[in-house]
């Protein structure tokens, strides 16, 4: 049974800091894994979609990297800001179409 | 673009009454997701449509939960009758395919006393 785990389960650095969050799963047959954001109350939105032959996807300050051998994938946030603050999901698409969430990291940027 | 629609945004109920949830998804999306998510938790999936068609229920109670999604489009959500764990945020998600990027709508914040 898949299982995906997120570590650290909050987060706090100070303004400019750069940051690595981190979301481990059990097996490595992985469609895809993709990172998103939730804001409180809010739903989820898409940061970034790795498909299982790729190793990263980059966007803006944001680097997420694959390693599926390891069942391993990190999220870089670089110089983060206090607008990054948010808790940050990661999800694997597995066989038998099943998307699997960690719990989250909430990370709190001081300004 | 519109994204995702969820209605309700908040709901009340006592328990063993009963909810109904609506999602409108992304013009064209063929996939759509109905997620539960518990406090402090990830999102849990409790459905998903390819079209019209159910491709995945396994996690959905069947007891006390059902959902459809009419001309693979809209898709409702209904809990009948509610229990005090049904407490959650409903998130509806939709997608283009399977392995692509889903995109989630606000969700219904649901509260069973």
């Known amino acids: 049974k898949q299982e995906v785990t997120q570590i650290p389960a909050a987060l706090s650095v100070p303004e400019g800091e750069n940051l690595v969050l981190n979301c481990s799963f059990t097996d490595s047959a992985i469609y895809n894994l993709q990172w998103f954001r939730q804001d409180p109350g809010k739903g989820l939105t898409s940061l970034l979609l790795i498909q299982s032959s790729q190793r990263e996807q980059t966007s803006g300050r944001l680097n997420a990297s694959l390693d599926k051998s390891s069942g391993r994938s990190t999220l870089y946030i670089a110089a983060s800001q206090p607008g990054d603050s948010a808790t940050y999901l990661c999800a694997v698409y597995t066989g038998g179409f099943k998307t699997i969430f960690g719990a989250g990291t909430r990370l709190f940027v001081k300004a | 673009e519109a994204g995702v629609a969820q209605s309700p945004r908040y709901k009340i109920i006592e328990k063993r009454q009963s909810v109904a949830f609506w999602c409108n998804p992304i013009?064209?999306?063929?996939?759509l997701y109905w997620y539960q998510q518990i406090l402090g938790q990830g999102p849990k999936l409790l459905i998903q449509?390819?079209?019209?068609?159910?491709?995945?229920d396994s996690q959905l109670p069947k007891d006390r939960f059902s959902a459809e999604r009419l001309k693979g489009v809209d898709s409702t959500l209904k809990i009948q009758p509610a229990k005090l764990e049904d407490s959650a945020v409903y998130l509806c998600a939709s997608g283009t395919g399977f392995q692509e990027t889903q995109y989630f709508g606000p969700g219904t914040r649901l509260l069973v006393l």
């Open positions: 449509f390819q079209n019209n068609g159910v491709v995945d």
């Open positions: 013009s064209g999306h063929a996939t």
